[in-house]
């Protein structure tokens, strides 16, 4: 009697019965790495099941030296360097996997079933992979500690010394997957699940760096330029492209919906093309980056002067990476034609779905830097040039990252017209339904995230004393970033005739601290020039460089793109944007929806995660003595970023005719969190006998936002139809509702604080001699500090010339968060005993502070053709509520229960301190500002409208504040003094202290252009 066992299930006793050992040790596996399975079912597949449990990998090349070394001295030599690497990396799981069935067509299924969890992944299809990968309690390092590469020399004449373009790369990375597939016919699916277990760690670590020693040197060059030093750790990473390319593509089943993603249990995912990503990941992650004495990270070191040299430190590289779950799904589907199969109308057939599910529970994410990309010359400069410029640094942690991108590309669809769909309900179901889905959903848990960078320090130091050279400190970038979530999702579809649906969809959420820090106030990053010995007849240069950090919880890019000659439906239902039933999201041909949610409620106690941001630098140029010299510091740019909840939405159509198809772009954010940025950038200048020196276009910033959205809807048409009206609604406290043909919808909610915190001191040195016959700017400098809890900018866009549909967009604002801001900037210009035949310049400089409990900019733009009659204009609003309606409908509901306070401090805000003698000086004060302004609400309101006849416009605004706001300008003075003005002139005009404090604002502007 024949066996209807599979031939893997029949082997399995015999296997099991030859090795007690195997037996023993499967017993002592964990379930879910047991139960663990990949399934593939049709014509072509591959199936893919990868599980570790308690190992220990080590990628390890500690101690390890390339080393160059000259005991004598170089006399017309060349001695280098180049290419060399020190790598290593660790992986628990990897997997490449490939299918292309574009040789064997062999028809068969149509449409690709797809379906993944934390367990396992399943694909049936006619070309399927199926992927799953556990890692558990095992330890993956990558390690190079101790590595180095070096040169040494003694005296060079006339030499070439490079060590350049090495790198030392560690990576450690859990489960790893790499999936292509290509197919000619519907039924391609892919199904991916990883699963990592870090508790035991999962870390990359590079301690190590680059030098170069010399002697002095004489018309020589020394560079040390293009060397990378980086640690990268990944949890989970998958990377999967996916391509269908048919002349004729038929949809012969018809699925609703295309994609499920529950809050807990598998993920859904149906369509001609279907992809599912599902990542989880906890325990501790780590990348790490540093230097020791015997090994700096990079250095160039001249022990004795320079002489008619060249000394170039560009280019270098430090950075640390961590990312918990990496997930990058891009999908194109290109067809001369789509149709559906004989009998399937009414209903969109899924064409492509992409669906990425990432989750960190309990996820302990690190990144550490303490690096340093320094020249030092131990003796004295003259005649030579020295550049540490363009160097990078970078620590960055994510919890979960993701990218997902689907082109659809035919000459005609015709693949159902009923409306898309986006939304999530109350119990966390996140659904996606439309001809072409690109959806994801993250959560990243309740650990931390954090990224911290200490002893940063890029700049060049000189002993003795620097005579005819050059100098230069400029466009160096230094970053710290740390994030909860963030995902991009695009969606692009390019038809001559587009008749099915498209949707976006995003939910992110996330109760865990997020902590970015560069420097700190009692150990900042150094980055200037230091000449110990003074300075004559050179150029100084400290600009262009950047130090930014950023502390986000959830960050979201979503767009939809659509290039279309003709675009509709014929369903003649209105789009609808906000409240849908019990859930919140768009319906609509074109959806596209955006939720984010940061910190909760529950039951045992309030989860109020800390987003906190803190950058703390120290710039300038030290030159004690000299004269002649050019001393500049411009054009540097310090920024603390803190925000909570962030997102960019974007959905554009540009179509010679829309029929009767519409448009609706949602964004819901609640945020729970104390947010807060930090920003102290110093700045040291030197001042000279005879020199220009110039401390100027520099920017200091901290913004702190609990909420911040930016949506914009852009519909380009020659002919759309539509209903021609809309209608807008929200009562307040619930979300807003928005019905017509092309609508948005924005709400917000904040609770918790939003701090930021900013000062800026700039101090100039001068020897005690005094700097007779110089010049001295201080212009254009910026200190500013925002914080605000919700913040929006809401844009709606609705061209045609013959018809004009309607146009809605409502937002609703509610702020029960503290929002604090303080700003302190200032300038003082020590001159010595004298400073006569000299000019002294502060001019044009800024400090300002600004809080806003909730703000928005709402704007609708109406290019009108002929307009639908009979759609009347009607706005009400009251204290709980506002509705409006009519051809153009703009609502702005806002409510402030916190208080505000915004405080600009001077403490010797922008006073020049001099002493002595001005003889035949200018000296000037002018133009400076400083402002504080504090609103509970504040919006702008504005519909425009072109062409005739003209639709209605309605615009209904309703704004409540119950908190203080204050304004203070604290402290500030502008004061100069000399001991004696001979032929000399003095002038302190156009400066400027202000303070306003404002419970509501608002400007609503209806304005006809012709």
Same mark, same amino acid.
């Given at each position: 009697m024949p066996s209807n066992a599979s031939p893997r299930s029949a082997r399995r006793p015999a296997l099991l019965a030859g090795s007690a050992v195997l037996a023993l040790l499967l017993s002592a596996t964990a379930a879910q790495a047991q139960s663990g399975t990949a399934i593939a079912n049709g014509p072509q597949v591959v199936a893919n099941q990868q599980s570790l449990r308690d190992g220990v990998i080590v990628a390890d090349a500690s101690d390890a030296e390339i080393r160059s070394a000259v005991t004598g001295d170089i006399d017309r030599g060349t001695v280098t360097v180049s290419g060399d690497t020190v790598a290593v990396t660790g992986k628990g799981n990897a997997a490449k996997l490939a299918l292309d069935s574009k040789g064997m067509v062999s028809g068969g299924y149509r449409a690709a079933d797809v379906t993944s969890g934390p367990g396992s992944a399943s694909a049936t299809g006619k070309a399927v992979v199926a992927n799953r990968q556990s890692l558990v309690a095992t330890s993956v390092n990558g390690n190079i500690v101790g590595s180095r590469m070096s040169m040494s020399a003694g005296r060079a004449v006339s030499s070439k010394i490079a060590l350049s373009d090495n790198a030392q790369d560690a990576a450690a990375t859990g489960n790893e997957l790499f999936a292509t597939l290509s197919a000619v016919e519907g039924g391609a699916g892919l199904a991916s699940s990883q699963a990592l277990d870090a508790s035991r760690g999962l870390a990359a670590r590079a301690r190590g760096g680059f030098s170069v020693t010399t002697g002095a040197l004489t018309n020589s060059e020394v560079e040390a330029s293009g060397n990378l030093d980086r640690a990268v750790a990944t949890g989970n990473s998958a990377a999967s492209a996916l391509s269908l390319a048919a002349p004729l593509l038929t949809l012969d089943e018809r699925i609703d919906p295309a994609s499920v993603v529950p809050a807990e249990g598998n993920v859904v995912v149906n369509g001609a093309m279907a992809a599912s990503v599902v990542q989880s990941a906890s325990g501790i992650l780590k990348a790490v980056t540093f230097e020791d004495d015997r090994n700096p990270t990079s250095a160039i070191l001249v022990d004795g002067g320079t002489t008619s040299s060249s000394i170039v430190s560009d280019g270098n590289a430090i950075t640390a990476v961590a990312r918990g779950n990496f997930a990058t799904t891009a999908g194109s589907v290109t067809a001369a034609s789509v149709v559906q199969a004989d009998g399937q109308t009414g209903v969109p057939s899924p064409? *492509? +779905?992409? &669906?990425?599910?990432? %989750? #960190?529970?309990?996820?302990?994410?690190?990144?550490?830097?303490? $690096?340093?990309?320094? @020249?030092?010359?131990?003796?004295?400069?003259?005649?030579?040039?020295?550049?540490?410029?363009?160097?990078?640094?970078?620590?960055?942690?994510?919890?979960?990252?993701?990218?997902?991108?689907?082109?659809?590309?035919?000459?005609?669809?015709?693949?159902?017209?009923?409306?898309?769909?986006?939304?999530?309900? *109350? +119990?966390? &179901?996140?659904?996606? %339904? #439309?001809?072409?889905?690109?959806?994801?959903?993250?959560?990243? $848990?309740?650990?931390? @995230?954090?990224?911290s960078q200490f002893e940063a320090k890029i700049g060049v130091k000189v002993t003795g004393t620097a005579d005819g050279s050059h100098i230069a400190v400029d466009g160096n970038s230094d970053r710290v970033a740390a994030t909860g979530n963030d995902a991009a999702n695009w969606l692009t579809a390019d038809a001559g005739a587009l008749g099915t649906s498209l949707a976006v969809n995003s939910l992110q959420s996330g109760n865990g601290n997020v902590l970015a820090s560069l420097g700190s106030a009692g150990m900042p990053g150094e980055f200037g020039i230091a000449v110990d010995e003074g300075a004559t007849n050179v150029s100084l240069s400290v600009s262009g460089n950047s130090f930014l950090g950023s502390a986000i919880g959830n960050f979201g890019t979503n767009e939809i793109g659509v290039t279309a000659g003709t675009m509709g439906g014929t369903t003649g239902g209105r789009s609808q944007s906000g409240a849908i039933g019990e859930a919140y999201g768009a319906i609509a041909e074109v959806a596209l929806a955006s939720n984010q949610k940061l910190g909760e409620p529950t039951n045992e106690a309030t989860l109020v995660p800390s987003i906190q941001s803190q950058v703390f630098t120290l710039s300038g140029i030290v030159a004690n003595g000299g004269a002649r010299s050019t001393l500049a510091i411009e054009d540097n740019v310090q920024q603390a970023t803190a925000l909570g909840n962030t997102v960019a939405n974007a959905l554009s159509i540009d179509a010679a005719t829309i029929g009767e198809a519409g448009t609706a772009l949602?964004?819901?954010?609640?945020?729970?969190?104390?947010?807060?940025?930090?920003?102290?950038?110093?700045?040291?200048?030197?001042?000279?006998?005879?020199?220009?020196?110039?401390?100027?276009?520099?920017?200091?910033?901290?913004?702190?936002?609990?909420?911040?959205?930016?949506?914009?809807?852009?519909?380009?048409?020659?002919?759309?139809?539509?209903?021609?009206?809309?209608a807008v609604a929200s009562d307040g406290f619930g979300p807003p509702a928005a019905r017509g043909d092309h609508v948005l919808s924005n709400q917000q909610f904040a609770i918790g604080s939003a701090a930021a915190?900013?000062?800026?001191?700039?101090?100039?040195?001068?020897?005690?001699?005094?700097?007779?016959?110089?010049?001295?700017?201080?212009?254009?400098?910026?200190?500013?500090?925002?914080?605000?809890?919700?913040?929006?900018?809401?844009?709606?866009?609705?061209?045609?010339?013959?018809?004009?549909?309607?146009?809605?967009?409502?937002s609703t604002q509610i702020n029960a968060a503290t929002v604090q801001v303080s700003a302190a900037g200032s300038a003082s210009v020590p001159q010595g005993s004298s400073a006569s035949g000299s000019e002294i310049v502060i001019g044009g400089n800024a400090v300002s502070a600004l809080a806003r409990g909730n703000a928005a900019e709402n704007s609708i733009a109406v290019s009108a053709g002929a307009v639908v009659p009979g759609v009347p204009g009607r706005a009400e609003a009251d204290r709980f509520g506002a509705e409006a309606s009519g051809g153009a409908a703009l609502l702005n509901v806002q409510t402030n229960f916190a208080p505000v306070t915004a405080t600009a401090i001077g403490t010797g805000l922008l006073v020049p301190l001099n002493a002595g003698n001005l003889d035949g000086s200018h000296f000037s004060i002018s133009g400076n500002n400083v402002s504080a302004t504090g609103y509970g609400n504040a919006a702008t309101n504005s519909v425009s409208v072109s062409g005739l006849p003209a639709p209605s416009v309605a615009i209904a605004n309703s704004q409540v504040s119950s908190g203080n706001v204050y304004a203070v300008v604290n402290g500030s003075r502008l004061d100069g003094g000399a001991g004696s003005l001979g032929a000399a002139s003095f002038s302190m005009t156009g400066n400027q202290f202000s303070a306003m404090a404002v419970g509501n604002q608002v400007s609503s502007a209806i304005t006809g252009l012709r």
């Open positions: 064409i *492509a +779905t992409i &669906v990425t599910a990432q %989750k #960190a529970q309990w996820l302990d994410v690190r990144t550490f830097t303490a $690096g340093n990309i320094r @020249v030092t010359v131990d003796g004295d400069v003259s005649g030579s040039d020295i550049s540490d410029s363009h160097n990078l640094m970078r620590t960055v942690a994510a919890a979960n990252q993701s990218e997902s991108l689907l082109t659809l590309t035919a000459t005609a669809i015709d693949a159902g017209r009923g409306r898309g769909l986006a939304t999530v309900d *109350a +119990t966390g &179901v996140s659904t996606a %339904k #439309a001809g072409a889905v690109v959806h994801s959903v993250q959560d990243y $848990g309740s650990g931390p @995230v954090r990224a949602a964004s819901s954010q609640y945020g729970q969190a104390n947010v807060g940025a930090t920003s102290q950038a110093q700045l040291l200048g030197a001042s000279q006998t005879g020199a220009a020196s110039s401390l100027s276009g520099n920017s200091n910033a901290a913004l702190a936002a609990i909420n911040d959205a930016a949506n914009a809807l852009s519909v380009d048409a020659v002919t759309a139809l539509g209903s021609g009206g809309s915190t900013v000062t800026t001191p700039i101090v100039g040195r001068a020897p005690a001699a005094g700097s007779e016959g110089s010049t001295y700017r201080v212009t254009g400098n910026r200190t500013s500090g925002e914080a605000s809890a919700n913040r929006a900018v809401n844009t709606v866009s609705v061209s045609a010339i013959d018809r004009t549909p309607g146009a809605g967009l409502a």
